[in-house]
C-alpha cells in the first residue's frame, strides 16, 4: 500500500481508501460487511469513510463494530453531517446545534473517543461560514475531531471558509472530498489548484462513476441483473447523472483499452484517479472481498503515456464546472 500526505497535514492515508456508501450496513449483510473491512485493513488500507445520513447511522454502527477488531491508532476515520437525520427544523445543516449534535452522535454509533476527519457533507446557504468554522473548531478544541473538511464545496467557498478561519484564528480546511472520476473531471479545473494552493487534501469519491467505468454497462441493453443501476435502492445517481447511451459506448472503449494492459475497466479507471498528484486517497465502494482484491490492483497499474492520451480523447476534460 502506499500512503499520501493529507495536503500540507501531517497525518498519511493509504492511496485507496474504503467507503461505507450503500454498501456496509446496507446492501451488504453483516458478515460480508465485516469481511470487507477486515480485508480492507489486511491489505493496507487504513482510511475508512462513512456519514452520518449512510442509511441513518447504520453505516457508522457496522463501521464501528468492525474496526473495534482493530488498532485505533491504526486507522483514519472520517465522517460527516450536513444531511438530514430527523424531522425536525434543526435536525439538518451546518447550525452550530447540529454540527455538535450529530458529532456525538456519531461518536456513540463509531464507538470511538474521537474522529479522524469531520466533514461538511454539503454546502449550507441558511448558516453563515462564522458559526460553521467556529462549530468546527469548537469539537478539535474539545477533543472530539482531528481534522475538518468538506465535500463537494466549490472552490470560492472553500477560500472564504479559509479566510473566515484565518480571521478567527481558528483551524482551516483540511480535506475536500469531491466527486471525481473519468466521467467527472470538473475538480481539475479549478478546486484542484485551490486545494493546492490551500494546502487541503483530496479524497475522492465516485471513481468508478457508480459502476458507469466497470464495462458492464452496454449500449441498448438493460443493467445487468445485481449492478446498481439494476437496484432501485441504490441507482439514483447513477440514472440521473450517467446514463445515457454515449457513456455506455465510452465504457466499452475503456474496456477494450484495459484488456488491451490485461486488466479490468475498474482497475485502469481507478489508476487513473491515482495519478492525478492532487489527490490523497480514492475512495472504494466494494461490495465483495473478490471486488475490493480486484480494484486494489490499480495500486500495481502503470499507465502507458499512449493510453493516458487515448482515455484523454475518450473522456476529455470539460471546459466548465457544474454550478453547485
Same mark, same amino acid.
Given at each position: 500500500?502506499?500512503?499520501?500526505?493529507?495536503?500540507?497535514?501531517?497525518?498519511?492515508?493509504?492511496?485507496?481508501?474504503?467507503?461505507?456508501?450503500?454498501?456496509?450496513?446496507?446492501?451488504?449483510?453483516? #458478515?460480508?460487511?465485516?469481511?470487507?473491512?477486515?480485508?480492507?485493513?489486511?491489505?493496507?488500507?487504513?482510511?475508512?469513510?462513512?456519514?452520518?445520513?449512510?442509511?441513518?447511522?447504520?453505516?457508522?454502527? #457496522?463501521?464501528?463494530?468492525?474496526?473495534?477488531?482493530?488498532?485505533?491508532?491504526?486507522?483514519?476515520?472520517?465522517?460527516?453531517?450536513?444531511?438530514?437525520?430527523?424531522?425536525?427544523?434543526?435536525?439538518?445543516?451546518?447550525?452550530?446545534?447540529?454540527?455538535?449534535?450529530?458529532?456525538?452522535?456519531?461518536?456513540? @454509533?463509531?464507538?470511538?473517543?474521537?474522529?479522524?476527519?469531520?466533514?461538511?457533507?454539503?454546502?449550507?446557504?441558511?448558516?453563515?461560514?462564522?458559526?460553521?468554522?467556529?462549530?468546527?473548531?469548537?469539537?478539535?478544541?474539545?477533543?472530539?475531531?482531528?481534522?475538518?473538511?468538506?465535500?463537494?464545496?466549490?472552490?470560492?467557498?472553500?477560500?472564504?471558509?479559509?479566510?473566515? #478561519?484565518?480571521?478567527?484564528?481558528?483551524?482551516?480546511?483540511?480535506?475536500?472530498?469531491? $466527486?471525481?472520476?473519468?466521467?467527472?473531471?470538473?475538480?481539475?479545473?479549478? /478546486?484542484?489548484?485551490?486545494?493546492?494552493?490551500?494546502?487541503?487534501?483530496?479524497?475522492?469519491?465516485?471513481?468508478?462513476?457508480?459502476?458507469?467505468?466497470?464495462?458492464?454497462? @452496454?449500449?441498448?441493453?438493460?443493467?445487468?441483473?445485481?449492478?446498481?443501476?439494476?437496484?432501485? $435502492?441504490?441507482?439514483?445517481?447513477?440514472?440521473?447523472?450517467?446514463?445515457?447511451?454515449?457513456?455506455?459506448?465510452?465504457?466499452?472503449?475503456?474496456?477494450?483499452?484495459?484488456?488491451?494492459?490485461?486488466?479490468?475497466?475498474?482497475? /485502469?479507471?481507478?489508476?487513473?484517479?491515482?495519478?492525478?498528484?492532487?489527490?490523497?486517497?480514492?475512495?472504494?465502494?466494494?461490495?465483495?472481498?473478490?471486488?475490493?482484491?480486484?480494484?486494489?490492483?490499480?495500486?500495481?497499474?502503470?499507465?502507458?503515456?499512449?493510453?493516458?492520451?487515448?482515455?484523454?480523447?475518450?473522456?476529455? #476534460?470539460?471546459?466548465?464546472?457544474?454550478?453547485?
Amino acid at each position: 500500500m502506499e500512503y499520501r500526505p493529507l495536503g500540507q497535514w501531517g497525518v498519511r492515508v493509504s492511496a485507496l481508501g474504503f467507503g461505507t456508501y450503500l454498501t456496509v450496513g446496507f446492501t451488504c449483510d453483516d #458478515a460480508t460487511s465485516r469481511a470487507l473491512v477486515l480485508r480492507a485493513y489486511d491489505r493496507g488500507i487504513n482510511y475508512f469513510d462513512t456519514a452520518n445520513a449512510y442509511n441513518k447511522g447504520e453505516a457508522e454502527k #457496522a463501521l464501528g463494530r468492525y474496526l473495534a477488531e482493530v488498532p485505533r491508532s491504526d486507522v483514519v476515520v472520517l465522517t460527516k453531517v450536513w444531511a438530514p437525520m430527523g424531522t425536525g427544523p434543526n435536525d439538518k445543516g451546518l447550525s452550530a446545534k447540529h454540527i455538535r449534535e450529530q458529532c456525538d452522535a456519531s461518536l456513540r @454509533r463509531l464507538g470511538f473517543d474521537y474522529v479522524d476527519v469531520y466533514l461538511c457533507h454539503r454546502p449550507d446557504p441558511d448558516t453563515p461560514l462564522e458559526e460553521t468554522v467556529r462549530a468546527m473548531e469548537d469539537l478539535a478544541r474539545a477533543g472530539k475531531i482531528l481534522y475538518w473538511g468538506v465535500s463537494e464545496w466549490p472552490a470560492p467557498l472553500i477560500v472564504r471558509a479559509n479566510a473566515v #478561519a484565518r480571521t478567527l484564528g481558528a483551524r482551516p480546511i483540511a480535506v475536500s472530498q469531491p $466527486r471525481f472520476s473519468l466521467l467527472y473531471r470538473y475538480p481539475e479545473s479549478l /478546486l484542484f489548484p485551490t486545494t493546492a494552493a490551500e494546502g487541503i487534501g483530496n479524497v475522492v469519491f465516485s471513481p468508478l462513476a457508480h459502476g458507469m467505468l466497470t464495462g458492464k454497462y @452496454r449500449p441498448g441493453e438493460p443493467p445487468p441483473a445485481g449492478s446498481r443501476a439494476a437496484d432501485d $435502492r441504490q441507482n439514483n445517481v447513477i440514472r440521473k447523472m450517467y446514463w445515457t447511451e454515449d457513456n455506455m459506448r465510452k465504457g466499452q472503449e475503456l474496456a477494450a483499452l484495459a484488456r488491451d494492459l490485461g486488466v479490468s475497466a475498474a482497475e /485502469l479507471a481507478l489508476a487513473w484517479c491515482l495519478r492525478n498528484r492532487h489527490v490523497s486517497s480514492v475512495i472504494l465502494g466494494a461490495t465483495s472481498v473478490a471486488q475490493l482484491d480486484q480494484n486494489l490492483r490499480a495500486l500495481d497499474l502503470n499507465i502507458p503515456d499512449a493510453i493516458m492520451a487515448q482515455l484523454d480523447a475518450i473522456y476529455p #476534460a470539460p471546459e466548465t464546472a457544474p454550478q453547485i
